[in-house]
């Protein structure tokens, strides 16, 4: 009897093994560049709105989908079909040209359209989000002059707001937002301050929070950038306009350090898989510095590297929010720039590893999806074009340069060996 047992509990044993090792995370080898298969442009470029770009994508916590946002004041939702994946649209062996594309129709249509009433300063899905469950597929917005919305993402209906309010009782709008690790608070910036939202309890009740103490000292400017540790250790970074990075304790604010060196306001912040390190990015900025939270009298290193190979990141003429992301394994980092390409850095050396031609015009998001060897891009600016001198009319704006170039949002796609099997691009062209 005791023989059985003990059989059945080798068996067991060596079950949970093979289900431990049956998923390991993608080993990426970013010497073999992704190739296209999606794009998406016309839902985009619509006759109400020619001149629209992107401004950035996110990949949803359970990878089913991402999230785009645009210069119209809407968020479109993509679902991600294995089914079209693996059977994409074009032959791998003969990958199409990265600007013929511009004319074909789209891969498939977004599944909901939000149209928010005023332009999209951030927006972040619940960390727990799962498509399967309504309860938590939802994802939070922050607009300019509108209090933060959380919407539901399986039916692209506005849930419930959560509002902020001036000395003269009008509402303000957060400039960047995130959900706490544990799911259950909204933290949003402001001016020289953050306001933490009960999620349970929409409406006017938050805690008030200063970045800057009676003395001057502390973290000035608008809070526009914010990430929690991912490895739940109460520690959250934000970065702010002024060019500096606070790190403080999630559960009373208390601030641990700040950290100066970014040429530009800061427009992105996140963690390392470990949370041990954070990456800070900032505007017309082209360097993406390396803190060590653990010792943070000077940054680990900077993404140097020779200019004569292009290979730092072009962000220096725009003040666009150019997003970077970490793959899964935790190993490589990937951001864009303003002359299409991605390029794709180690982090454990800081070195640049490769680059590839996103797009033809300034790639401001780049995401990995979470588990799976596939990465989304968008790209999209605007642009000011300057009258002649005998012309009377106002400056005007246009999102195009040369035809449909400007306007054109695609997918990177699958590689026939190693490498990233398939990446998303949207972007113009």
Known sequence: MMEEENLHHGLA?????????????????????????????????????????????????????FLTSSDDNTLRLFTLCLILLSTPRHDMRNPPD?????????????????????SVYDYCWYPYMSASDPVTNVFATTTRDHPIHLWDASLGQLRCTYRAYDAMDEIIAAFSIAFNPAGTKIFAGYNKCIRVFDLHRPGRDF???????????GQMGIISAMAFSPSHMGMLAMGSYNQSTAIYREDNMELLYVLHGQEGGITHVQFARDGNYLYTGGRKDPYILCWDVRKTVDCVYKYYSLTTLNVIRSSENTNQRILFDIEPSGRHLGTGGQNGLVHIYDLQTGQWVSCFQAASDTVNGFSFHPFLPLAVSSSGH????????????????????????????????????????????????
């Open 13 to 65: 044993d060596e079950g949970t093994e093979a289900s431990r090792q049956e998923y390991s995370w993608p080993v990426l080898n970013f010497n073999v560049p992704p190739q296209r298969i999606y794009h998406f442009h016309q839902q985009f470029a619509t006759p109400t709105n020619p001149n629209n770009f992107l401004k950035g994508v996110k990949w949803s916590p359970d990878g089913s989908s």
């Open 207 to 217: 805690d008030l929070h200063s970045t800057v103490k009676d003395n001057k000292e």
């Open 382 to 429: 605007r642009r000011f074009i300057i009258p002649d001198d005998d012309d009377n009319e106002d400056l005007c704006l246009s999102g195009t340069s040369i035809g449909l170039r400007s306007r054109h949002f695609s997918f990177l796609s699958f590689i026939l060996s190693g490498g990233i099997q398939a990446v998303f691009t949207v972007g113009l062209f």
């Open 98 to 118: 990265p600007y013929s594309v511009a004319t074909e129709d789209d891969s498939f249509a977004a599944n909901l359209v939000m149209v928010e009433g005023e």
